[in-house]
């Protein structure tokens, strides 16, 4: 889904395109997956002119971004957790920063 705003984002899409600016970007914390493996998780907040989406980045897909970047997600998804709407970076996605 190509050139998508953060207002058209539903549970449930899948390779989301976006783009926008990171306006939060929080601290990796160490986390076990349901796999059993140890990675890190990063939440950041996400906002174009329509609004804004939590940003849940894995391992390194946080490397190089911090607050104030412009960014370019492709390959992307969303999906609810405990009630809120969150957008992830698939396997095949990937993330770009902009200027």
């Known amino acids: 889904m190509t050139g ?15 783009s926008g600016e990171i306006i939060e970007f929080g601290e990796p914390r160490s986390v076990v997956t349901r796999y059993g493996q140890e990675t890190t998780v990063t939440h950041a907040t996400l ?6 989406i939590l940003l849940v980045l894995w391992g390194d897909q946080s490397a190089g971004l911090a ?25 095949a996605g990937k993330i770009e920063k902009v200027d």
């Open 67 to 91: 607050k104030g970047a412009k960014i370019k997600l492709t390959g992307g998804y969303v999906k609810s957790w405990k009630g809120a709407k969150q957008l992830g970076v698939g396997r």
């Open 47 to 52: 906002e174009d002119d329509t609004g804004n």
């Open 4 to 18: 998508m705003k953060v207002v058209e984002l539903k549970d449930g899409h899948t390779n989301v395109d976006i």
